[in-house]
């Protein structure tokens, strides 16, 4: 095995084997399962971001039959990868099967590659990858991450699965309900995310945790779903730097919620008087020089006693003893987002940390400008959602990110490990007990609760109970296979779906991005739509520091909005059209609607075809540009502000239709940008567009 190559998997292994004897086979089944599912992530890569020197500059995929893609070597030769493709969707995605040929094609050796190492191997014919072996240590961390709490995680699963079939219950959402009846502060949105196992959609590190160590792994991995203790500590003032969205109570007595350290004391009343006593008595200090505030546990055990002990020694920074108070906390799909457990709240604001932890590409820094960017957007889209009231209203949130605080120090990447934000907790916006708030990156993993031997998705299982909630012809609520639904009937619960689901995100995107000049970053993990029967009631979108800003479309807003709030937009968002396109093609169509509609047709293959959906999305798309327009020239009197000519965002709706539906759309080479730059910039590539074949 190439594995036992790695330090990291020995490690690993042997900590099965030791402690979980009788899980050995089961670790090693699924380690092949989780190479296979990184083999095929990389290969796709490979191809779609033409991560080797082909000789073709386009990719024509082709289905059922094989595709053979040449490319020159450093050493004038010429080699070929070749494979059958079976079903090629939109953005350049495709499925295949295996072997995968490796062929010398001026001498005709061929070689088949069993391996993601052998894989990788191959991308040393780019002379611009100079990382090819510290790439293979991540795939094999990661790998290793993903058979390991896939293993861990069963026991859990199964326990799900036999308390369904004992209890009847057909769906996941049966489960859940079930929970939520016996216990109100069981959190739905939370478990939703843990039970997001496969991680990234299409990045081939999709489990990687560079940085921690195999027992680490384990005690941050939130889909073991483990207690983590949150520490706090003392910042003092001279150094601390904060950003808060509200600007006080008026009152000028320091006490409001813009204060950092009396927003911490109002989450945690019961910490207030042990932590001023131990800084007057333990410390000899005065707590009003120091912002207080809490800490991602890595940060005290691993990071500040190493890299700020003078720090330390001359109290600028104040670790306040974990027997004196920690309180526990919850992770989400973000490894470095905390959901506190607070008495009497249940609906405490979530954490964000800076944690020097490698996830995909990135290690999980915050510059500090992430901050002030937070709170700035979470304004203007406040203001935006009450000026957009008949197009938002009941069918979008904007997560509020509270404040943060951070250090000073701009200039040294260590200081970032200070950041966090606090942000609002999703279900502040529940609205009864039937809801289910489900990010979006959850829906492609497997439900533990299946209906028949055939897995499914819980992707698949909303709308299959969407579909059942939604036959007004049926007179039955029998859950049937796949196989057996009703054809044409599932089909348009199919397409019904799809449209209210597509809409919730397209619609609130395209009048931001055309009307104000705010392009969102609205993958999959940072949307969480919530469900009442399998139907997309509502959609809660977070997290603004991906955000870019076009300025000369937001500032046609300045009287409705406030010219301060616009000027206090940071500099860091205020991006060329390219990155401002890129954003919306990349986030909301390729890394969003993409998977949306590929696990829509993987699921129900014989029931509706990529096309109609795509066609869909297009269709909304364009009724969304006619609304902008019709409201426009509507608001204005007849013939818009300038008579005859459509309305103030006429030519902003051709130019985005024009960028939005051209033959190829920019996109990140999320694969390319960590062989080629090492994490420092998001390289782009061009695709095929699929909204392009209906103009």
């Not at 709170?375 to 008949?390: A, G, N, Q, W, Y």
Request: glycine share 4%.
């Amino acid at each position: 095995m190439e594995f036992t190559n790695y330090k990291y998997f020995n490690q690993v292994f042997e900590y099965i084997t030791k402690n979980y004897q009788n899980k050995t086979n089961d670790f090693l089944k699924n380690l092949k399962n989780s190479e296979n599912e990184t083999f095929n992530k990389l290969l796709v890569s490979i191809i779609r971001e033409k991560l080797l020197p082909f000789i073709n500059d386009e990719i024509n995929l082709k289905e059922n039959q094989t595709n053979n893609f040449k490319f020159n070597c450093g050493d004038n030769s010429i080699k070929e990868i070749s494979f059958e493709i079976e079903k090629v969707f939109g953005f350049s995605f495709f499925t295949f099967k295996k072997p995968i040929y490796y062929n010398y094609y001026t001498e005709r050796n061929q070689t088949i590659l069993n391996s993601t190492l052998e894989l990788i191997e191959i991308l040393k014919q780019n002379p611009s990858f100079n990382d090819i072996e510290v790439f293979k240590s991540e795939i094999v961390n990661s790998i290793t991450n993903m058979a390991l709490i896939t293993t861990l995680c069963s026991d859990d699963l199964n326990k799900i699965k036999k308390l369904s079939i004992e209890n009847n219950w057909n769906y996941l959402s049966d489960y859940v309900d079930a929970q939520f009846k016996k216990d109100k502060t069981f959190d739905k949105f939370l478990f939703y995310d843990q039970i997001h196992l496969s991680g990234h959609h299409i990045h081939p590190s999709f489990k990687l945790r560079l940085g921690l160590n195999h027992k680490q792994v384990i005690q941050y991995s939130y889909e073991l779903k483990k207690e983590i203790p949150i520490r706090f500590i003392g910042l003092n003032k001279s150094v601390a730097r904060f950003d808060m969205i509200n600007d006080g109570d008026g009152n000028g007595d320091g006490n409001g919620d813009d204060n950092p350290t009396s927003y911490f004391f109002k989450l945690f009343p019961n910490l207030k008087e042990l932590i001023i006593n131990y800084f007057k008595v333990n410390q000899g200090l005065n707590i009003d020089n120091y912002i207080i505030y809490p800490m991602f546990p890595y940060q005290i055990t691993d990071t500040f006693p190493i890299q700020f002990k003078n720090e330390i020694e001359n109290k600028e920074l104040i670790i306040i003893p974990e027997e004196l108070y920690s309180i526990k906390s919850f992770q989400t799909s973000s490894l470095r987002n905390l959901i506190p457990v607070i008495e009497n709240n249940n609906n405490p604001p979530h954490i964000k940390f800076s944690v020097p932890i490698q996830t995909t590409n990135f290690v999980r820094f915050m510059p500090n400008d992430f901050i002030p960017v937070g709170t700035s957007v979470s304004k203007i889209l406040k203001r935006i959602k009450e000026i957009e009231f008949e197009n938002f209203n009941n069918k979008i949130v904007f997560l509020n990110e509270i404040g943060g605080i951070y250090h000073k120090n701009d200039t040294e990447l260590k200081y970032q490990n200070f950041a966090i934000i606090w942000k609002e907790n999703t279900n502040l916006f529940l609205k009864s007990n039937d809801d289910h708030p489900i990010s979006s990156c959850s829906l492609f993993n497997q439900s533990p609760i299946c209906e028949s031997s055939k897995l499914q998705t819980i992707l698949g299982e909303i709308i299959k109970k969407y579909n059942e909630f939604n036959i007004s012809s049926s007179s039955s609520s029998t859950i049937i296979s796949n196989d057996d639904i009703d054809h044409d009937g599932f089909k348009n619960s199919i397409l019904n779906w799809f449209k209210l689901y597509c809409k919730l995100l397209i619609e609130p995107s395209l009048i931001l991005l055309t009307k104000y000049g705010i392009s969102l970053e609205s993958h999959l993990q940072n949307s969480v739509y919530v469900y009442v029967k399998g139907e997309p009631k509502l959609l809660i979108l977070k997290d603004w520091s991906g955000i870019v800003i076009k300025m000369d479309r937001i500032l046609k807003h300045k009287q409705l909005i406030g010219e301060n709030l616009i000027n206090s937009i940071p500099k860091l968002i205020q991006l060329s059209d390219l990155e401002f396109y890129k954003m919306f093609s990349h986030s909301i169509l390729h890394n969003h609607i993409c998977q949306i509609i590929i696990g829509i047709c993987k699921e129900f293959p014989n029931h509706i075809t990529e096309t109609q959906l795509w066609f869909e999305c297009y269709q909304i798309m364009k009724n969304t540009f006619n609304l902008i327009n019709n409201q426009d020239i509507s608001s204005n009197g007849s013939g818009g502000s300038d008579s005859g000519s459509g309305g103030t965002f006429k030519n902003d709706i051709e130019n985005d239709e024009n960028e939005l539906f051209k033959k190829e759309l920019k996109v990140k080479a999320l694969t390319g940008m960590r062989l080629l730059t090492k994490n420092q910039i998001l390289l782009p590539f061009n695709v095929k567009n699929p909204l392009n074949q209906f103009i």
